[in-house]
């Protein structure tokens, strides 16, 4: 018996340990909600990704290089969508409007978008180039939302 109780007693300080050493620990599991805002047309859909790591297509969101993809109806210059169960940890969001629903990323003129395009923490990074994982990132543990606009050139 006196086993028992000293096992009770390990618990509650490895609880402790991890909380002070800064580990997530959530009961519940992870969300990221999405609100994709600047839509300039309900024509075609809005495609939103999910991203773990840099890759080498970052931040160009499509169904095969993103780790998740939703894609949602625009509704009133809007969409949201929710990416359900994700492990806590750094994740990033870009999204594009797909207005002729080819499901690709439209190109012009040296390789400018022709559709709408957005990530997160869109303003850090300035608006020059093309946006690194690094600073579109973000910290998820527990329910996390992110507000994304949409440019177009």
């Given amino acids: 018996m006196k086993t028992i109780r000293a096992n009770l007693w390990v618990y509650p300080l490895l609880s402790a ?13 992870s969300s990221i ?7 300039h047309s309900q024509s075609g859909s809005v495609m939103v ?10 931040p160009v ?12 109806q625009s509704n009133n210059a809007s969409a949201t969508v929710t990416f359900q169960n994700v492990p806590a940890g750094e994740y990033a969001v870009s999204a594009f409007h797909d207005e002729n629903q080819n499901g690709t990323l439209d190109r012009g003129f040296m390789g400018r978008p022709e559709e709408g395009i957005g990530f997160s923490n869109m303003t850090a990074q300035g608006g020059q180039g093309r946006p690194t994982f690094d600073k579109a990132k973000f910290t998820v543990n527990g329910q996390k939302s992110i507000a994304l606009s949409l440019l177009y050139f």
């Fill in 49 to 58: 990704c999910l991203w773990r790591q840099q890759d080498k297509d970052f």
């Fill in 33 to 39: 909600t999405v609100n994709v805002t600047g839509v």
């Fill in 17 to 29: 340990a991890v909380a002070l050493m800064g580990l997530p620990v959530s009961a519940e599991p």
């Fill in 61 to 72: 969101c499509s169904s095969t290089a993103a780790m998740q993809y939703i894609t949602a």
